[in-house]
């Protein structure tokens, strides 16, 4: 899936250059949009279940910079749903004036399945099933 974002002013340094962190902001908004594509929605999952699903690990690479205005997407592909754990390949782009699309960051991101105290527990069997649907075997 992927989710089209608009670099503002407050996401750059003052040389209009997005700030490093700010790219776990734009991935963290494609996991969620990816989800909610699928029907998931995340505090219903707290309210139906009581359970959250946390950020255990993040391998990114930064390849390239976005700038002010730019407009970015992020890629989001589910790579594993078994168990606690729910991992994702997510990677960030644009497309230059020229028309060629150039890679910005790419990411691995594993998130573990907490109840609301933070105890680890298994992904509920309902969410985990539709989650297993939309793994991307080729990722």
């Known amino acids: 899936m992927n989710f089209p974002i608009r670099v503002y002013y407050e996401d750059t340094d003052h040389g209009g250059v997005v700030y490093y962190a700010n790219y776990l902001k734009f991935m963290e908004r494609g996991r969620t949009e990816f989800l909610r594509s699928h029907h998931i929605e995340l505090d219903q999952i707290q309210a139906e279940y009581g359970v959250l699903f946390v950020v255990t690990e993040v391998n990114i690479r930064y390849k390239c910079a976005a700038h002010f205005n730019d407009m970015i997407h992020v890629e989001t592909l589910l790579t594993q749903a078994s168990g606690a754990r729910i991992a994702f390949i997510q990677r960030i782009k644009k497309q230059q004036a020229d028309g060629q699309v150039i890679m910005l960051t790419d990411a ?7 109840h609301k105290d933070g105890r680890p527990c298994l992904i509920p069997k309902a969410l985990l099933s539709i989650l297993q649907q939309h793994i991307d075997k080729e990722a």
Do not use: P, T
């Not at 691995?108 to 907490?114: F, I, K, P």
């Open 108 to 114: 691995s991101v594993q998130l573990a399945c907490v």
